[in-house]
């Protein structure tokens, strides 16, 4: 059972990345923070990976629901969603897959997780 969802694009790294804010924001998402772990592996290690970042995306009117029902939810927010470079330069964008997340194990949870999944994936549909 895998705990993502991940769609590898025919487009470049950054075509993906100029186009997934708004993919995001037309599911009601916003991105609030963005880590360029490339940049940061190479200023904290010195050593060199490929182009990798990750948005952290947030539906405020989702997570307020999920946070009302359980406050252990808020480990899992906001949702990241990477997006790094593949071998053959192409993009590829992840995220989690929230049914296998703590939706799993809190019945409280599922139909709000069924909903954020159907929206990362109508995102990621997006950006093919």
């Known amino acids: 059972m895998e705990a993502t969802i991940q769609k590898k694009l025919s487009s470049s790294y ?3 990345l100029s186009r997934l804010p708004d993919a995001l924001k037309s599911e009601g998402f916003g991105v609030l923070t963005e880590i360029d772990v490339a940049k ?4 904290k290690l010195g050593a060199d990976f490929r ?3 990750i948005l952290g995306a947030c539906n405020p009117t989702l997570a307020h629901r999920a946070l009302s029902l359980t406050l252990e939810v808020g480990v899992m927010l906001p949702c990241n969603v ?3 470079e593949s071998d ?3 993009a590829v964008v992840q995220t989690i897959d929230p049914i296998r997340t703590v939706a799993a194990s809190d019945p409280r949870l599922a139909d709000l997780a069924a909903t954020v999944r159907a929206k990362l994936v109508r995102v990621l549909e997006q950006l093919s």
């Open 14 to 16: 950054d075509e993906a």
């Open 40 to 43: 940061t592996l190479k200023d």
């Open 51 to 53: 182009r990798y970042k």
């Open 82 to 84: 990477v997006v790094y």
């Open 88 to 90: 053959d330069g192409r």
